[in-house]
């Protein structure tokens, strides 16, 4: 198992240790493991002058799966595109062809009350939004800032798909789909943009090789108020990569905080990168206070994924739901009446809960 780990900036580096933590613990220490640490974001640009540098991108290329904790510092707007330190993590997501986004949201039953939905909205809940990542407005060219004929800035991006790059994330949802309940809904904006028309007709034709599958539609804007008002209503939701992105971090508020939710990004074979769908949160960087359960639950899922160690991922998950259940908190989802946490201690109470 060649594992590169790249923890980044701002809380990523003390919530990817715990995930290493849990690994190593969950593994054994006889596991035919290699942990390769890489620098990405701020931390590849002290190191090497560039947010994704060659050695960290050949590192990527050998590695069966990716650890990634977050990257970016605020601010790095400012910096040309490529070269910021947040774009690390879309060039990694780019060059390894990563255009599968997996993103569960999972109501773990001892976090009811720290969602803030009503509990017999998110009691059980669990979808999985499929997020289209290395097309769309994101990547799409022409793109770029200039003057304009009247002497004023203005700024464009392009929202493009083509028919391949909507119908490969298709099947992908059609195929989840049938280990789960057998639904996509397919999120577009097929009534106003013209690249969503394409979506909504590539996966209309998709649909029909999946007959066991039920396939919906939705426009992104229904979408976003139907997550509020009965999100146990989706199985697998299918989006390009700007709706995903929006929708993905709502859908973490179902479930309590953004501080619980993992994220694999696939290619075509087993290879993938596994992140929290949280930020760099810098605010809270460095102070121990972090919630690193995310990072976990995303190791989890690279064991799952990546090396079809379905028993381990389940040991790590209920590890998890073990600490909940001992009424253990990080600040992001505490309650009255439970224990407040920092990052380290919640990283530990994980590894005890497996070694039983
Ligand atoms: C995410 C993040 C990234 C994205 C940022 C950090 C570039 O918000 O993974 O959801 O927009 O994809
Ligand atoms: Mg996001």
Redesign the pocket.
């Known amino acids: 198992m060649k594992i590169a780990v790249m923890p980044g900036d701002g809380i990523g580096e003390e919530v990817t240790q715990q995930a290493v933590r849990v690994l190593q613990v969950v593994m054994g220490p006889h596991a035919a493991m290699e942990l390769a640490y890489a620098p990405v974001g701020q931390a590849g640009v002290d190191v090497a002058g560039d947010p994704l540098p060659l050695a960290t991108r050949e590192i990527a290329d050998k590695a069966d799966a990716i650890l990634f904790g ?3 510092v605020p601010g790095d707007e400012a910096i040309e595109y490529m070269m910021r330190p ?2 690390s ?2 060039r990694l ?1 780019k060059q390894l062809d990563l255009f599968a ?1 997996f ?1 569960p949201a999972v109501m773990f039953q001892d976090l009811i009350g720290a969602s803030t939905l009503k509990p017999e909205i998110v009691s059980g809940l669990d979808l999985m939004i499929l ?1 289209e ?1 290395t097309g769309d407005i ?1 990547f799409g060219e022409p793109r770029g800032t200039h003057i304009n004929a009247r002497g004023e800035r203005e700024a464009f991006n392009t929202m493009r798909y083509n028919e391949s790059e909507i119908s490969r994330i298709a099947h992908v949802a059609f195929q989840t789909a049938r280990k789960r309940r057998h639904q996509v809904c397919s999120v577009d904006k097929a009534n106003v943009l013209d690249t969503m028309q394409l979506w909504r007709q590539v996966m209309t034709e998709v649909g029909r090789e999946y007959p066991d599958v039920e396939l919906s539609h939705l426009f992104v804007d229904a979408a976003a108020m139907q997550l509020m008002r009965n999100p146990k209503q989706f199985d697998v939701i299918v989006t390009g ?2 709706f ?2 929006i929708l ?2 709502a859908a973490a508020m179902l479930t309590g905080s953004i501080g619980m939710l993992p ?1 694999a990004s696939m290619s075509h074979g087993k290879k993938g990168l596994y ?1 929290p ?1 949280h ?2 949160a810098p605010d809270i960087a460095g102070k121990d206070v972090a919630n690193p359960l995310a990072s976990i639950l995303s190791m989890a899922m690279m064991l799952r994924y990546s090396f079809d160690l379905h028993d381990k991922a389940e040991q790590v998950e209920s590890a998890v739901r073990h600490v909940l259940a001992q009424g253990l908190r990080t600040a992001d989802i505490y309650q009255p009446g439970t224990q407040c946490v920092g990052t380290r201690a919640m990283g530990e109470a994980v590894t005890k809960a497996l070694a039983k």
């Open positions: 977050s990257a970016g947040g774009a993590l879309l997501r986004n993103r997020r990542l994101y990569n700007i995903g992105d993905s971090d994220s992140e769908v930020g760099t």
